[in-house]
Nanobody, 121 residues
């Protein structure tokens, strides 16, 4: 049974930074590509960023390109999302998961609880 535990969210002023973590248990993480997704209030869930098994390739949504960085530490079964220059539009609940394909919200595992990020003006 795969379990995803997102953490690191919080309240941050516009222009600030935050780093999210996703602890994965129940599988050997190095075998899987991983992604971050988000769902803003009243909106559909969307793809944010993705990373291949050993981190050789990364994918980003246009809206976060140049501001967010996805990374992973397979020795700790953890995936990270460094978020810089945060904007009000980044306010959302953030989730990690194993993507079926890039730039969609089709995923392989059940969703975790997510971690909430609120950007204030």
């Amino acid at each position: 049974q795969v379990q995803l535990e997102e953490s690191g969210g919080g309240l941050v002023p516009a222009g600030g930074s935050l780093t999210l973590s996703c602890a994965v248990s129940g599988v050997i993480l190095k075998n899987y590509a991983m992604g971050w997704f988000r769902q803003a209030p009243g909106k559909e869930r969307e793809f944010v960023a993705g990373i291949t098994q050993i981190g050789g390739r990364k994918h980003y949504a246009d809206s976060v390109k140049g501001r967010f960085t996805i990374s992973r530490d397979n020795s700790k079964n953890t995936v990270f999302l460094q978020m810089n220059m945060l904007q009000l539009e980044d306010t959302a609940v953030y989730y990690c998961n194993r993507p079926r394909e890039w730039h969609t919200t089709r995923v392989q595992w059940d969703w975790g609880q997510g971690t909430e990020v609120t950007v204030s003006s």
